[in-house]
T-cell receptor, first 114, second 114 residues
Framework: KQEVTQIPAALSVPEGENLVLNCSFTDSAIYNLQWFRQDPGKGLTSLLLIQSSQREQTSGRLNASLDKSSGRSTLYIAASQPGDSATYLC?????????????FGSGTQLTVLP | DTAVSQTPKYLVTQMGNDKSIKCEQNLGHDTMYWYKQDSKKFLKIMFS???????INETVPNRFSPKSPDKAHLNLHINSLELGDSAVYFC?????????????FGNGTRLTVT
């Protein structure tokens, strides 16, 4: 059974800092990994999707990396802004499975202080 | 032009009642989902449905039932509500066939059972 863990559970940084959020998973036979952002009272917004054949994906100030062999992914946020404050979740889809078999971590709650 | 919309946003009801949450997606996706997010922010899939099959997470009580009048809608019916059903319920959709797309989430329905 796939388990997804995110550390830390909460993180507070001053504006402008670069930061890294961590996601680890127990079954390395994954199809893809997806990072989401959740704002309070809102649904999840997809940030980046990394296929199992990829090592990283970039979108603006965000960079997500994937290391299947070690069962890890990181989300790097450059030059953080107060608007980045949200909960960040990673989700893993197993190989041979479908999106219905996504397993989510419990998220990292990020606060960027002005 | 909301991609995935669900109603109501908030639902407060008493134990024993029957309620429904509606979900619609205008993305042309072939698969829709219902997720439950508990107080610890864990997201767990309840159902996934496309025009071929309904897959139910075996941990979901049979008081919960999805109803899909067409491929753009997946409503959630809950019978005999219990206190433990209080949570935020998210609808989502994706294109599961062909080149799978990221999940797109609605903004959630906060259910409070008193």
């Amino acid at each position: 059974k796939q388990e997804v863990t995110q550390i830390p559970a909460a993180l507070s940084v001053p504006e402008g800092e670069n930061l890294v959020l961590n996601c680890s998973f127990t079954d390395s036979a994954i199809y893809n990994l997806q990072w989401f952002r959740q704002d309070p009272g809102k649904g999840l917004t997809s940030l980046l999707l990394i296929q199992s054949s990829q090592r990283e994906q970039t979108s603006g100030r965000l960079n997500a990396s994937l290391d299947k062999s070690s069962g890890r992914s990181t989300l790097y946020i450059a030059a953080s802004q107060p608007g980045d404050s949200a909960t960040y979740l990673c989700a893993v889809r197993l190989k041979g499975g479908s999106a219905r078999q996504l397993t989510f971590g419990s998220g990292t709650q990020l606060t960027v202080l002005p | 032009d909301t991609a995935v919309s669900q109603t109501p946003k908030y639902l407060v009801t008493q134990m024993g009642n029957d309620k429904s949450i509606k979900c619609e997606q205008n993305l042309g996706h072939d698969t829709m989902y219902w997720y439950k997010q508990d107080s610890k922010k864990f997201l767990k899939i309840m159902f996934s449905y496309n025009n071929k099959e309904l897959i139910i997470n075996e941990t979901v009580p049979n008081r919960f039932s999805p109803k899909s009048p067409d491929k753009a809608h997946l409503n959630l019916h809950i019978n005999s509500l219990e206190l433990g059903d209080s949570a935020v319920y998210f609808c989502a959709s994706s294109q599961d066939g062909g080149s799978p797309s990221p999940l797109h989430f609605g903004n959630g329905t906060r259910l409070t059972v008193t």
